[in-house]
């Protein structure tokens, strides 16, 4: 059984009870839906906020509009409230696994895996801040040998952004060998050079990216050697001009997967994955570290403390100017599925327990991804719930908002 019990803390004494905070702060909103058309399933979402607070959401729908997938995006204001409808993104049939990334003034970007003349490709469309499309759909990567996969995006506050993903090739003894790829665009959304193959290896999966104000970016990847696995990660300065080293992130272990990265202006950058055992196992738990911005190491890697029992997995995180910042993550039990949020201080410090998001508990809850803003006083976390809108998985969100005269803190047992 879990106890959720909030406490309000103003200058002039302890009150107590929901509806004061929500009068007083309009602080974590009620679960809240993202989707409108429910028909199928709505999952795989990403979340991106800008400046002010405002977000976008990008997901998968299948069938939706009487295709296989589509990619749908949907935009919400700084109170949480709806500012569209829904948006239709890609203009190809079958694209899935959308990625979003937002300049602080408002505009957009969109990624995702669609079809292309040899398998699959890279693709991203572009939004202005009132969410009209400023491009068509456009590919991404130059390469288009066998298929391009798993893309992430990241977008500084000089409005360049650079998109990471996985590419397959053929080697001639016939074996399949993935590497990672990136290509950077600057702010008037145009290509500022060719791809750039940041890995040398021979499986390479699920890359994560993280861009600073001065346009020097960061690539972290998964990367497997027989049963082991460990956490690559590569800096290129000067706009991807100067590639620094491939450097080990994480120690090897038998199972690694599900991996997300932040990084501030400043370059102060955060990478966490879920690590265990075995496929299955109870002791998979999200771990992460946090790094300076020339690449070294603050402190060990720390892990996410939830006195919930269960599987932690499906990580994603976001940061603020100062370093502060949140990890959102699934906890998977016999009992149900759980959406979590943790925050934490510069160089990963546990900042406090876990608060756990959704109050929807009949089905399962997993795929969250969480966004915050510049200045750290709000953030959002959207995650796909089974069977909550009536038809298969659905995507649903909470918003936290800034505590102003109220101070918020939740416990968790």
Sequence with gaps: MKLHIEFLVSRRGLFAGWLLLRLLVGSTAAEFPVNLHAAGDQFAPDVAMDAQGNFVVAWQSAGQGGRNNSIIGRRFDRFGRPSSAEFRINIQDNATLPAVAIRPTGEFIVVWEGRDDSGKGIFARNYDAAGRPVTDAYPVNVTTLRDQTDPHVAVNDAGCYVIAWRGQFRLPSDAVITNIFCRVFDGSDAAAGPEQQVTDGTLTMRPAVGIDRAGDFVVIWAERFSKWEFVGLRRFEQ??????????????????????????????????????????????????????????????????????????????VAMDTSGHFRVALVIESDAQNDVLTVPYDACGKSAGWATRLNEFTDGDQSGC???????????????????????GWGVYGALQAPPNAVERWSIME
């Design 239 to 316: 706009g991807g001009q100067s590639p620094g080293p491939i450097q080990m992130a994480a120690a090897t272990c038998p199972l690694l997967a599900v991996l997300d990265l932040t990084m501030n202006d400043a370059g102060e950058h955060v990478a966490v994955w879920y690590s265990g055992l075995e496929y299955g196992e109870e002791d998979v738990e999200v771990h992460g570290r946090w790094l300076r911005p020339d690449g070294t190491r603050c402190g060990e890697p720390f892990d996410v403390p939830t006195k919930l029992t269960g599987r932690q997995l499906g990580p994603s």
């Design 369 to 391: 991804a969480i966004a915050m803003n510049a200045a750290g006083d709000r953030w959002v976390v959207v995650w796909q719930s089974e069977e909550q809108d009536g038809s």
